[in-house]
């Protein structure tokens, strides 16, 4: 078994990377982000609230396994639902709950345990799993991924402004990075790759180059 820690910053092209590592290397993909998305996604929509304790009470009742590449959340298939700029503001306030980020990190161990995975996130490389045979660190100018988030929502044919997805990144990047758990920061064994002026095949190909002796 092979496991991969891709971690960065909102925007840093991460997903887009590690979906086609997994893709090409024929093993699975897991979204750290999508867990946290959807933890506060079924508490914000569902539930109408982000209370720390209410969620603390009731988060043993939400039940959320994968199928195929989807998660099934209370026997309900969640996606679409969590890819707007609110599910993500909503995944920022629960990820600081320390149990949801141990559910969430029991879950991606658990699979892990089982197969060969290429997670990405925030903290898989430091404390998901320190002992993933490989870690990248993937970072990008703010202002880069303020530019490939807006581009991304106008292809989808959204109404969007510039300058508030800018200053969105810039808040959610403080948020994850001055948190006391398990903040988004660069395990000391991680490769760091800078992707402001890449495209995404090189950092596909950079990213490869390391594995493919191995694998
Ligand atoms: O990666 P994505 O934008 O989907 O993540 C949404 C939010 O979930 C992040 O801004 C971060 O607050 C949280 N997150 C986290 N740890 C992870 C993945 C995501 O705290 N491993």
Known sequence: MIHIAIDGPAGSGKSTIAKKVANKLNIKYLDSGALYRIIGYFFKEKKN??????????????SISLKD???IVNGEKIDKQIRTANSG???????K??????KVNLILRNISEKMSTVID?????TVVLPNAE?????????????????NELIEKGEDVNY????????????NDTTRN??????????IEIDTTSKNIDDVLKEILNYIDGDF
């Open 97 to 102: 709950i320390p149990e949801v980020r141990e």
């Open 181 to 190: 758990i398990a903040p988004l920061k660069c395990a000391k064994d991680a």
């Open 89 to 95: 503001n909503y995944a920022s306030t629960v990820a």
């Open 121 to 125: 996130g925030r903290d898989i490389g």
């Open 69 to 71: 590449d989807f998660y």
């Open 163 to 174: 300058n508030l997805i800018l200053k969105e990144i810039k808040e959610r990047d403080f």
């Open 134 to 150: 490989y870690k990248f660190f993937l970072t990008a100018s703010a202002e880069e991924r303020a530019k490939r988030r807006f």
């Open 49 to 62: 609230t982000l209370d720390e304790n209410t969620i603390k009470e009731t988060l043993d009742k939400l």
